[in-house]
C-alpha cells in the first residue's frame, strides 16, 4: 500500500521549552534538551511565566524588602541553573526568558515573536485544580499555537522508568 503523503523531515531549529517548575516540567525538559541535541546549531527557549497577580501580590507584601525584582530573578536563575542548566552539554545554545503576564498568552506572544519550530510542555494530572492551574494553560497552547506542540504527560514517566 503506498503513502500518499511526502516524508517531511522535522528540523526544530528553534525550541520552546515552557517550565513552571514542576515535577512534571522537569521531567518534559529532557525531550525539549533531546530535541536540540538532535539538530546541532538550534536554539532552546527555557520560558518561565510569573502570572501577572502573583507578581504584584509580591511586589506589596514584600515591600519592605529591598530589590525584591532583583532577588526573585536570583532565586529563579539558581532554580533554572539547578533543574536545567546543570545537566544540559555545553554545545546546546539555551537561553532563559522570564515573561510577566497571563501563561498562554505569554507562551503564544514568545513562539510567535521567536518564529519557535516546537513547543515543549508538561501535561499535569487529571484532578480538577491541576486542570484549572495548567491543564488549561497545555490546552489553549496547544489549540493556538503555530508551531508543533509536544506535550508530555507526568504518567509518562511512570511508564519509561520501572522504578517508579
Not at 514542576?22 to 520560558?47: H, T, V
Not at 489553549?140 to 506535550?151: D, G, T
Amino acid at each position: 500500500m503506498e503513502n500518499n503523503y511526502s516524508h517531511h523531515q522535522t528540523t526544530f531549529q528553534r525550541i520552546l521549552f515552557c517550565t513552571d517548575l514542576s515535577e512534571n516540567a522537569d521531567f518534559a525538559f529532557s525531550f525539549a534538551l533531546d530535541a536540540a541535541k538532535r539538530q546541532p546549531g538550534s536554539e532552546l527557549y527555557i520560558l518561565h511565566i510569573i502570572p501577572e497577580s502573583e507578581a504584584q501580590f509580591w511586589k506589596t507584601y514584600v515591600y519592605e524588602v529591598e530589590d525584591v525584582d532583583n532577588k526573585a530573578k536570583h532565586d529563579l536563575d539558581e532554580r533554572i541553573e539547578r533543574a536545567y542548566l546543570s545537566i544540559s552539554p555545553k554545545d546546546v545554545n539555551i537561553k532563559t526568558e522570564y515573561r510577566i503576564g497571563k501563561d498562554w498568552q505569554e507562551i503564544l506572544d514568545f513562539a510567535h515573536q521567536k518564529q519557535i519550530d516546537l513547543i515543549v510542555m508538561g501535561r499535569q494530572g487529571s484532578g480538577t485544580l491541576q486542570k484549572a492551574l495548567f491543564g488549561n494553560v497545555t490546552e489553549k497552547v496547544a489549540r493556538k499555537a503555530e508551531c508543533a506542540v509536544l506535550i508530555v504527560p507526568l504518567s509518562y514517566q511512570k511508564r519509561t522508568d520501572p522504578e517508579l
